[in-house]
């Protein structure tokens, strides 16, 4: 039986990055919104960094795999049809509270990729519609960075100077000046500075499995507290299970099942979708009804298509030099975006980021799934002793491109617990991704090489890294090739928003969260100053 | 439930996959299956119950060498068998030390500078470099 929920303003269903954003700035305008999240609010001394069996729990309970921490929050996503298995995390923080917290702008090409390259589809948005938002939402979260990159236009300084970019990060800034290529001190979404009652980065490197210390700005730290502060209503154990329409074709509300397992029912005048690029397309083609046979606000049938995924390198230099580099946040050393623009000269089009980092414990070390086999023995012992505190990790995240294999959709073959399917990925590196990153790793060799690493290993496209599923539900000007307009409301129900990673158009080759918090802050806005046209 | 064989039979495996080397100890050294094992479970419960399974499977191959039998493991098992016997090996106080790692620690904070500023410095001055779609 249904019960009702007391009825509110605005929803917001997901209580990560986006859904955090946009709760707070509602709240702070004096609007009544209630935020429904599926997962838990994780205390800081549950996170498992400040512990003995870090590693150990980094491998299981704390993976960001779903399908491996098989948590009480999670739902079995179908990865194997894709090449690229899904990182995230259903929780108060979502995937921020094991995000690695790099914190990159979008390139301004970025939203032109069809008018420069050819390839993928330009954005309704560009970059100078989203500037003023990066920098409120750096504020917000609390990033740390120089400015003056040469690779970005001009900004103001960020609200906090950059962390320390270690012995490694002057080893590799060297080769690269030597080089002749870009590098730049890593800016993240991690303090270095107290700031806004949060103490500074400590450097212990558990960064990935949520931070003990609450430096790192994961939105249960950085802007669940404020929201809540400022009137939002932040409820937890709440699975929506379908998005309600009425007969006047507008969004009404949702239908949630609590923490007791009761079935409810909560009702708003606007439905804000902040539940990740996987989960928000998963919820409107479970909302399908008689209306939307297709799924809800699908009648251009494009929810679900267009996924990308940032397929990836790792490539590991070894050292002579004792650098502690189990240490450091992780966190971005350093970063490049030597190769991240188109070049003619290239096979290949788009480019990478490449983001150094520090590498971990013995486990880690002992058990890192390079391409090859797995040592053991004396084997296992030699690579221990050389990794431990002597190496260094690049990641080079390719730009992905939409292409019609990828694509998210439900398995009528495996249903979830509402007896909708399962959400199946699909996934195919493209020939293009492939290209791009079998050059990246020649020239990360070089990298690694001219700053004297003695031995490089590398994790060519390697299968979990998905963190960044992107472009579900993109955004466009016409309703027949896109799901939400350029300030994410649905072209098919107006009083519908998607806010999260799902909108986008195309990747860029930089981490998403900066711009997804842009995207989200500004949809918001213009919810606030135009709400009565919603 | 890990009785005493089948303790002694992850010892035996274990010193196939991490043997000493001189300077560390070996898996067997450190007793591995005994309180560095209870730790592991304690840590992940989650992996006993396939341990135990693989330690079955052990037993009923005898006498295959433990190389051997390692190597019929498919993968998932192979590297459920290295997470156990390392993630209990690397716990051990007298393998920190020996490998030199301090686990991972709360630094204080530097309030110097970030290092390479004059480089960066040297950065800042190069042309920009992005492509500006409005020229």
Redesign the interface.
């Known amino acids: 039986m249904q019960q009702d929920f007391p009825r509110t303003e605005v929803l917001v269903i997901g209580a990560g990055l986006s859904g955090a954003i946009t709760s707070q700035r509602l709240a702070r305008a004096g609007i009544k919104v209630t935020c429904l999240e599926q997962g838990v609010w994780n205390p800081l001394e549950s996170y498992p960094g400040d512990k003995p069996d870090f590693e150990l729990q980094a491998l299981g309970p704390w993976n960001a795999n779903p399908n491996i921490r098989q948590g009480k929050a999670d739902y079995p996503i179908l990865d194997d049809t894709s090449d690229i298995k899904p990182l995230l995390f259903n929780g108060v923080g979502g995937s921020t509270v094991m995000f690695s917290a790099h914190w990159m702008r979008f390139l301004p090409s970025d939203f032109f990729t069809y008018s420069l390259d050819g390839v993928g589809t330009d954005w309704p948005i560009d970059y100078q519609d989203l500037e003023p938002y990066y920098l409120q939402t750096e504020a917000d979260i609390g990033v740390s960075g120089v400015a003056g990159d040469p690779a970005y236009p001009d900004r103001p300084d960020y609200p906090m100077p950059p962390l320390p970019i270690q012995p490694w990060g002057e080893k590799v800034a060297a080769a690269h000046d030597r080089l002749g290529w870009h590098w730049w001190p890593g800016s993240n979404a991690i303090t270095s500075r107290p700031y806004q009652g949060r103490r500074p980065c400590v450097q212990r490197s558990t960064c990935r499995a949520g931070c003990n210390e609450g430096a790192k700005g994961s939105v249960d730290r950085s802007i669940w507290p404020g929201a809540i502060e400022a009137g939002a209503k932040l409820v937890t154990g709440a699975r929506v299970v379908r998005i309600l329409t009425n007969q006047q074709g507008r969004a009404e509300g949702a239908l949630f099942v609590d923490e007791s397992g009761a079935t409810r029912r909560i009702q708003a005048d606007i439905v804000v979708l902040a539940a990740h690029a996987i989960g928000t397309a998963r919820l409107l083609l479970k909302s399908a009804d008689n209306v939307w046979p297709e799924g809800l606000a699908n009648s251009s049938g494009v929810v679900g298509q267009n996924l990308m995924m940032h397929p990836m390198n790792r490539m590991v230099g070894f050292f002579d030099d004792p650098m502690s580099s189990w240490q450091g946040h992780w966190g971005q050393s350093i970063y490049s975006m030597e190769f991240a623009e188109t070049r003619s000269e290239h096979d290949f089009v788009r480019g990478a980021k490449w983001n150094l980092s520090p590498t971990g414990g013995p486990l880690n070390a002992a058990l890192y799934p390079f391409d090859g086999p797995q040592p053991f023995g004396k084997g296992l012992h030699d690579r221990v002793d050389k990794w431990l505190g002597r190496s260094a990790l690049w990641g080079m995240v390719a730009e992905d491109m939409p292409d019609s294999r990828n694509f998210l959709a439900l398995d009528p073959a495996h249903p979830d617990a509402d007896g909708d399917g399962l959400p199946r990925l699909h996934y195919t590196t493209t020939e293009n991704s492939k290209r791009l990153l079998s050059f990246m790793a020649k020239r990360g060799r070089e990298s690694f090489g001219e700053a004297g690493a003695y031995e490089v290993a590398e994790q060519t496209l390697a299968a979990e890294i998905g963190w960044h599923p992107l472009g579900t539900c993109r955004m466009g000007n016409d309703p027949g090739s896109s799901v939400v307009d350029k300030w994410n409301r649905c072209h098919d129900i107006s009083n519908l928003l998607i806010v999260d990673g799902s909108s986008f158009v195309t990747s860029s080759c930089v981490n998403p969260a900066a711009t997804i918090s842009a995207i989200a802050a500004r949809a918001t806005d213009h919810l606030i100053n135009f709400r009565s046209e919603y | 439930m890990i009785d005493a064989t089948a303790r002694r039979r992850i010892a035996v495996l274990s010193e ?4 000493g ?1 001189g300077r ?1 100890p070996s898996a067997v050294d450190v007793d591995i299956g005994g309180a560095p094992l209870d ?2 479970l304690m ?2 419960p ?2 006993e119950d396939r341990l135990v399974l693989i330690v079955e499977r052990f037993r009923d191959c005898e006498p295959v060498t433990p190389a051997a039998f ?1 190597e019929t493991l498919c993968p998932q098992d ?2 459920l068998l ?2 156990v016997i ?2 209990a090996y ?2 051990v106080a007298e393998v ?1 030390q020996a ?12 309030r110097g ?4 500023e004059e ?2 410095m ?3 001055e ?9 020229v």
Do not use: V, W
């Open positions: 196939e996959l991490l043997p080397n560390q730790r592991l840590s992940r989650d992996l390692i192979h590297r290295l997470t390392c993630g690397f716990l920190q490998i030199g790692y301090t686990g991972q620690q709360a630094l204080t904070p530097s500078g970030f290092g390479a480089l960066t040297k950065q800042m190069l042309p920009k470099r992005y492509r500006d779609p409005t």
